[in-house]
T-cell receptor, first 119, second 113 residues
Framework: GAVVSQHPSWVICKSGTSVKIECRSL??????MFWYRQFPKQSLMLMAT?????????EQGVEKDKFLINHASLTLSTLTVTSAHPEDSSFYIC???????????????FGPGTRLTVL | SQKIEQNSEALNIQEGKTATLTCNYT??????LQWYRQDPGRGPVFLLL?????KEKRKERLKVTFDTTLKQSLFHITASQPADSATYLC????????????FGKGTTLSVSS
């Protein structure tokens, strides 16, 4: 199968600090990864699309300077929440999509999520 | 405007019955539709994908239908079990390479024994 991992699974930080979340595709190469945020009892909201070797594409209303995304390899994307504030507390989930032209590209495989709590 | 609606936030059924969840969409032209299961505090897990030219897809106790005329997908769990209790999300894919899925809010299913 296609496995995506995230690290850490949870993090608590003080307001004003930065937090980095890693997303890895373990057994396949992911040309495209996505970052979602989910508040309690809400749907997953897409934050940005991350393509290997190029700049991320952010959704409207998502501050690119606050949520830094790096997709340096075909198996790793990172999301850094800079100068985190309590309103950034949420469940952050990444997903990975396989290379175009293969069956695996039709489905997104999700990581287990990272619970961020900013005090 | 574009919308994806899952008909109810919560669905409670008895063990052994068939659960039917609905997903309706407007102003999208999805090439395929996917269903995911999400447990509390976890990421979504892929269940089934159905393409626009398919009417029905099955996997074990799961069945998905896709009616592009009605702009609706139905997701059925037969012989439901308490372990099926979770939130089920439908997601659209407009099939542009590299595009993200668009999710509904989900239906939380509770199966009581």
């Amino acid at each position: 199968g296609a496995v995506v991992s995230q690290h850490p699974s949870w993090v608590i930080c003080k307001s004003g600090t930065s937090v980095k979340i890693e997303c890895r595709s373990l057994d396949f190469q992911a040309t495209t990864m996505f970052w979602y945020r989910q508040f309690p009892k809400q749907s997953l909201m897409l934050m940005a699309t991350s393509n290997e070797g190029s700049k991320a594409t952010y959704e409207q209303g998502v501050e690119k300077d606050k949520f830094l995304i790096n997709h340096a390899s075909l198996t790793l994307s990172t999301l850094t929440v800079t100068s985190a504030h309590p309103e950034d507390s949420s469940f952050y989930i990444c997903s990975a999509r396989g290379p175009s032209g293969r069956a695996i590209a039709d489905t997104q495989y999700f990581g287990p999520g990272t619970r961020l709590t900013v005090l | 405007s574009q919308k994806i609606e899952q008909n109810s936030e919560a669905l409670n059924i008895q063990e052994g019955k068939t659960a039917t969840l609905t997903c309706n969409y407007t102003n999208y032209s999805p090439a395929y539709l996917q269903w995911y299961r999400q447990d509390p505090g976890r990421g979504p897990v892929f269940l089934l994908l159905i393409r626009e030219n398919e009417k029905e897809k099955r996997k074990e106790r799961l069945k998905v239908t896709f009616d592009t005329t009605l702009k609706q997908s139905l997701f059925h769990i037969t012989a439901s079990q308490p372990a099926d209790s979770a939130t089920y999300l439908c997601a659209l894919d407009e099939s542009q390479a590299g595009t993200a899925l668009i999710f509904g809010k989900g239906t939380t299913l509770s199966v009581s024994s």
